[in-house]
């Protein structure tokens, strides 16, 4: 009689979460919820209790709304442990997921430090939008063992995490993240790592074309997003979701997929330029397309 076939998913059994931001929080607070062990870690502490802070929140919240039950939530508030540095939180890590701000030698060197100090067969991954994975991979002596997890905001609630995989991602790896997305509730695509993968090259000339448009008057804020709502079934227009995402972030991503692209549709528009200079950034700072309330 033939052995059961072993999930893949079962090889992991403790997350390393680097970065308490808005996708790092959320990243650490799925992967609790999912049964594993989570050491979130970020580099400024005030970060790292406003994550836990927030962490805290959101549970309750799901928890009084019929989303968690008590149970699930109170062994994934066990499941969190808050790291006082890189090495504690990576040193026995069956994966890293990388989920700071979306600078290329920022995360180099990162992935350089991790490669050091969490075990030789831990999968080392990136939550980057846009970046080449191989970039990353490089500073590694694990290759085979770096992929991309791109999960999207907010993490708790969009199903999709797009895994890319570079020339020299090992497909066991490849599999052993698609099996641990689906674990997490979530429905993978595999993409290859190209600037942007699919989902950022598609995401931002729609948002970038939502934005020239309102540069040019050509409908209200509202409308172009009401257009894409009812008339595509989009459930949100693309300026909201750029609010939701950062301007900041989109104008990041855009200037990176038209240096190493081209073409007209990836030029950031000076609107957009313009509003992140002054600091009109979207939900995180309560003011981008639209007014944003504090959450509570």
């Known amino acids: 009689m033939s052995a059961s076939p072993v999930d893949p998913a079962a090889a992991i059994g403790r997350v390393a979460v680097l970065g308490a931001g808005t996708m790092g929080h959320g990243i650490a607070e799925v992967v609790a919820l999912a049964g594993c062990g989570v050491s979130l870690f970020d580099a400024d502490p005030a970060k790292l209790d406003w994550a836990l802070q927030t962490i805290q929140r959101h549970l309750h919240r799901a928890v009084e709304r019929g989303h968690v039950n008590p149970t699930a939530a109170a062994l994934a508030q066990a499941n969190l442990h808050e790291a006082a540095n890189l090495a504690d939180a990576v040193e026995d890590a069956d994966l890293v997921i990388e989920a700071v701000p979306e600078d290329l030698e920022l995360k180099r060197r990162l992935f350089a430090e991790v490669d050091a100090l969490a075990p030789p067969d831990a999968l080392l991954a990136s939550n980057t939008s846009s970046l080449r994975i191989a970039r990353l991979a490089e500073v590694t002596g694990r290759p085979a063992r770096v992929l991309g997890m791109h999960f999207f905001n907010p993490v708790p609630r969009m199903r999709l995490v797009e895994i890319i995989r570079h020339d020299g991602t090992d497909p066991e790896a490849v599999a052993t993240a698609v099996a641990f997305a689906r674990r997490l509730g979530k429905e993978p695509i595999v993409v290859k790592d190209s600037p942007g993968f699919a ?60 240096q190493e692209l081209g073409g007209e549709q990836y030029r950031p528009p000076q609107l957009l330029r313009r509003m992140v200079a002054e600091g009109k950034l979207g939900k995180k700072t309560g003011q981008g397309f639209y007014r944003w309330e504090p959450e509570a």
């Not at 009401?226 to 989109?250: C, F, I």
Request: charged letters at 25%; aromatic letters at 4%.
């Open 199 to 258: 989902t950022s090259r598609l995401g931002v000339v729609l948002g970038l074309e939502a934005i020239r448009m309102v540069e040019e008057g050509v409908a209200s804020v509202e409308d172009i997003d009401r257009a894409m709502e009812l008339g595509y079934n989009h459930p949100m227009g693309p300026l909201k979701l750029s609010d939701l995402v950062g301007l900041d972030v989109r104008l990041r991503i855009a200037e990176y997929l038209h």
